[in-house]
């Protein structure tokens, strides 16, 4: 097992403490998009379960945060948290790597940001690997042998053109079929598309309807609108070095709050409801950065 590396802060408030710190770890074939059914969420309206990031402004994760910091509106009406932990299951990642033409400086880059990011991997995790140009390939199917997709990505070599919405979504279908609930993608690329069959409206209904957070190391534009939406993270590729930012991404992913509730408007409508989240933060700290998953669909009859 492998510590996530760092920096632990103390913020002192009240002669409490809040910590930003990270926790510790414990041949392809291309498949037809129209041969693959959409990954779907309904949550039910019994309990609704938000994970929430919290980050300072250098984007570390802010730990020791309570339930009485935390505010929930579900269609603008204030909701009673019910529950409240620290979601640290096991995780499901599909890593999305693009091989396309445009990332040919950067595909050692992109190799070192993977294999920062599986580092951080513990016993239970499970992983796959979709990788892209033209078209998406499954190269490698769900396993929870990390060293697999590290094999796999010293063989990789960029061109083609870029099928990134293609590939987001034949990675859903994969990390679907895992039955751990924590599940997230993290895409590694320009964040251009110019090849895709699937339009960028259709892959964003099918993320609505998923429990998939994004993560992205990129260009903002598509990727920025994607991982907002699921209160993932977009990392922008200038200025720092990939395997720093995927370091950063596999401690935020183990740093998140759970926050549940029931909501007050109990009908079974089938729709998406909005959530948003605010945090009031103790006195002493600045202001904090808050990302959530942005709604859920309501159960039905």
């Known amino acids: 097992m492998v510590a996530v590396l760092a920096l632990c802060v103390p913020l002192a408030f009240l002669g409490q403490q809040v910590e930003i710190e990270p926790r510790l770890k414990s041949k392809p074939q291309t498949q037809k998009q129209e041969d693959t059914p959409r990954p779907t969420l309904r949550v039910d309206t019994n309990l609704v379960l938000i994970p929430v990031a919290v980050n300072d402004d250098l984007a570390r994760p802010v730990a020791g945060l309570e339930k009485q910091n935390f505010k929930v509106f579900d269609d603008k009406v204030e909701q009673t948290i019910t529950s409240f932990s620290r979601d640290n299951e096991p995780i499901a990642m599909g890593l999305v ?10 595909l050692g880059e992109s190799r070192l940001a993977a294999n920062e990011f599986l580092r951080t991997a513990e016993m239970e995790d499970e992983f796959c690997l979709v990788e892209f140009d033209s078209a998406p ?38 990390i679907k079929k895992s039955k751990l609930e924590r599940k997230a993608l993290v895409i590694i690329s320009d964040g251009g598309d110019n090849n895709s069959r699937y339009t960028y409206s259709e892959v964003r209904d099918v993320l609505r309807e998923s429990d998939v957070l994004i993560y992205a190391i990129g260009i903002p534009g598509l990727l920025s609108e994607f991982t907002e939406q699921t209160g993932g993270r977009l990392y922008a590729i200038t200025g720092q070095h990939f395997a720093d930012i995927a370091a950063k991404i596999g401690t935020d992913l183990r740093n998140r709050y759970l926050l549940g509730y029931n909501p007050t408007n109990s009908k079974r409508d089938g729709l998406f409801h909005k959530v948003e989240i605010k945090v009031n933060p103790p006195k002493g700290l600045p202001p904090l950065k808050v990302h959530w998953r942005q709604g859920y669909y309501a159960a039905t009859e």
């Open 137 to 174: 390939r499954l190269t490698v199917p769900l396993t929870r042998d990390a060293g697999r997709i590290q094999h796999e990505l010293l063989f990789s070599k960029a061109g083609g053109s870029t099928a990134m919405l293609d590939a987001i979504y034949l990675a859903l279908h994969e």
């Open 97 to 106: 790597f693009d091989t396309s033409g445009s990332m040919t400086g950067l």
